[in-house]
């Protein structure tokens, strides 16, 4: 049986990496590269990863080197398809300096109604960018999220608590898909519903445009962001292995 929850998560994760790079098709998978943050993981990553038998790996790890290498990039990360068997690739990534992360499949099966702050203002991130670089950990973070403002798919939201940058949250529009992604609250406005008034307005965007699948993805061990995510009705369907560079 198709997960389409997990099929809109890694198609989602697919166009976010297209926004501001390239892609080539290799051997053993799609190359998404970006030459200008040659090292930046969401834009230098092997998707749809498929290699039938572990036995084919060293030749499928030189391909990709190679041609990060001739880019002048690196591949920071290499995300399997869908029906890829780990077992197969993951011995060889680990001994590679590769480390596992396994991510739940999140999807949103009715619409809630969540509770809000009316203290905390969302507004666009695309009219308010000193606020939305000052919610990330340096420049060069700032910079590489600010490239993708203007894109038409992906609207991004900064929360204001007293004239002061709180939260920020980003809607992927994918066709029919909606994914909630790059959710964060600063840590001097947590647990003060900050997370679920910028949740409810995406949702409420994904809402007026009719998205048939509302998807988003956390890792299995973010426990409290798991429990954030159900408490604003995601449930759990699937998990999606990914393989990161430490």
């Given at each position: 049986m198709i997960n389409h929850i997990a099929s809109a998560v890694r198609r989602a994760d697919q166009v976010f990496s297209e926004q501001v790079g390239d892609k080539s098709t290799l051997d053993c998978g799609v190359a998404f590269f970006d030459v200008e943050y040659p090292h930046s993981a969401q834009n230098n990553v092997l998707r749809e990863v498929w290699v039938e038998q572990s036995e084919a790996m060293p030749a499928a790890w030189a391909q990709v080197e190679q041609f990060y290498s001739d880019?002048?990039?690196?591949?920071?990360?290499?995300?399997?398809?869908?029906?890829?068997?780990?077992?197969v690739i993951e011995p060889f990534l680990i001994d590679h300096g590769l480390r596992k992360q396994t991510?739940?499949?999140?999807g949103l099966s009715a619409w809630p109604t969540l509770p809000v702050d009316p203290s905390v203002r969302v507004l666009p991130a695309r009219a308010m960018r000193k606020a939305f670089r000052?919610?990330?950990q340096d420049d060069r973070e700032a910079d590489l999220a600010e490239r993708r403002l203007d894109h038409a798919q992906f609207d991004v939201f900064v929360a204001m608590v007293d004239a002061e940058?709180?939260?920020?949250?980003?809607?992927?529009?994918?066709?029919?898909?909606?994914?909630?992604?790059?959710?964060?609250?600063?840590?001097?406005?947590?647990r003060r519903q900050v997370a679920t008034t910028l949740i409810s307005h995406v949702l409420e965007m994904a809402r007026r445009l009719m998205m048939k699948s509302?998807?988003?993805?956390?890792?299995?061990?973010?426990?409290?962001?798991?429990?954030?995510?159900?408490?604003?009705?995601f449930?759990?369907?699937?998990?999606?292995?990914?393989?990161?560079?430490?």
């Open positions: 880019c002048g990039t690196e591949c920071c990360g290499w995300v399997p398809s869908l029906g890829q068997s780990v077992a991510l739940a499949a999140m000052s919610l990330h940058p709180a939260g920020r949250c980003g809607l992927l529009q994918v066709g029919e898909i909606a994914d909630v992604r790059n959710l964060y609250v600063s840590p001097a406005f947590r509302v998807c988003g993805k956390i890792d299995v061990e973010n426990t409290e962001g798991m429990a954030l995510l159900r408490s604003c009705g449930e759990q369907h699937g998990e999606v292995v990914e393989f990161w560079r430490a």
